[in-house]
């Protein structure tokens, strides 16, 4: 059973019973799931996207916990974006690999599509790589979405849809 959970929600919620009495120790971050505060929409009040200084915790959390943790759990509402990019980061301190983070990423998580702005935040204070196995992971994970669809009609233009969104809501989306 995991000892240790990172939680991430938007600034203005509370954090889920379970998860506060679950764990021996919990990291609490707060922002959206958006690259840019100009993703973010006016029912938004606080405009707060991930900083460095979220990276940062996540990496002092890990490297004072890692000896005596039994596992990590990271939470937030759908684990698709900001979860899997905080995840790509943790098991790449626990792992230090790249390729070995995004396979193991894709074994447990294998609809995720890493938030760009978290996995590029990790490159800016670690100096690794992600962001390119990011980019490999978001791809991927737009022909698996062909793949399910293929045979339907609209399964190319419903990709071309989805690249297109992901470069307008993602600017530094590469094709």
Request: aromatic content about 6%; overall charge positive; some cysteine.
């Amino acid at each position: 059973m995991p000892s240790h959970c990172i939680s991430i929600r938007n600034p203005d919620e509370q954090m889920p019973k379970a998860i506060q009495d679950g764990f021996a120790s919990i990291l609490e971050l707060r922002f959206y799931d958006a690259d840019s505060v100009d993703h973010l929409g006016p029912q938004q009040a606080i405009k707060r996207v991930p900083e460095p200084r979220d990276v940062r915790g996540v990496i002092e959390f890990v490297n004072r916990t890692k000896a005596k943790a039994t596992g990590y759990v990271i939470h937030c509402w759908e684990g698709i974006s900001r979860s899997p990019a905080i995840a790509l980061g943790v098991l790449y301190l626990l792992l230090g690999s790249e390729e070995a983070a995004a396979k193991a990423l894709r074994r447990v998580r294998p609809t995720a599509r890493p938030l760009t702005r978290i996995v590029e935040l990790f490159d800016q204070v670690l100096g690794s790589h992600l962001s390119a196995i990011n980019d490999k992971i978001r791809k991927d994970r737009l022909v698996a979405l062909k793949r399910e669809i293929e045979g339907d009609a609209a399964a190319d233009e419903f990709l071309q849809k989805m690249s297109r969104e992901m470069k307008d809501s993602d600017p530094t989306w590469r094709k």
